[in-house]
């Protein structure tokens, strides 16, 4: 008997996604919360700014650039991928100057990484390149609650 694997944007899993994170997801399908940096108190998303969605998309884990400090343009890039093919759940903020703070990081493709606009710790998230100014922030690489530590 065929499984199915529950892998699109279909209505149930959204349903599922909004009861077991109801404290950062509004009925309206935005961010109910503000969200900050994982690393440093920087704030880049004020509440109501962002759609929630699942994109595929390999996000490297790890900071990506070193490029930019050493200035040479030569790519000494760690690119530490999660699992292939994994659907993330992300805001997706559809024009740049809904953020608050964020910073833009390496072209790789069709995509520019995004990353704090304090710590430069990253990615948060990516910008499609292909639809313009649309974002997206991980809710693995972002914090919903406010930094205390
Ligand atoms: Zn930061």
Wanted: charged content about 30%; overall charge negative; glycine content about 8%.
């Amino acid at each position: 008997m065929a499984e199915d694997n529950c892998d699109n944007n279909n209505d149930n899993d959204i349903m599922r996604i909004k009861s077991l994170y109801s404290n950062r997801l509004g009925d309206n399908g935005k961010n109910k919360t503000k969200v900050y940096c994982t690393r440093c108190p920087s704030l880049i998303l004020n509440p109501g700014s962002g759609n929630y969605v699942r994109e595929k998309f390999l996000l490297p884990l790890e900071k990506i650039s070193k490029e930019e400090k050493d200035g040479n343009g030569s790519s000494d890039v760690t690119e530490v991928y999660d699992k292939e093919d994994k659907l993330i759940d992300c805001w997706r903020i559809d024009n740049m100057f809904n953020f608050e703070n964020i910073g833009f990081s390496n072209t790789v493709g069709y995509f520019k990484y995004l990353i704090c606009a304090d710590c430069e710790s990253g990615p948060v998230g990516w910008n499609d390149l292909s639809k313009g100014q649309t974002c997206y922030l991980s809710w693995d690489h972002i914090r919903h609650s406010k930094p205390d530590d």
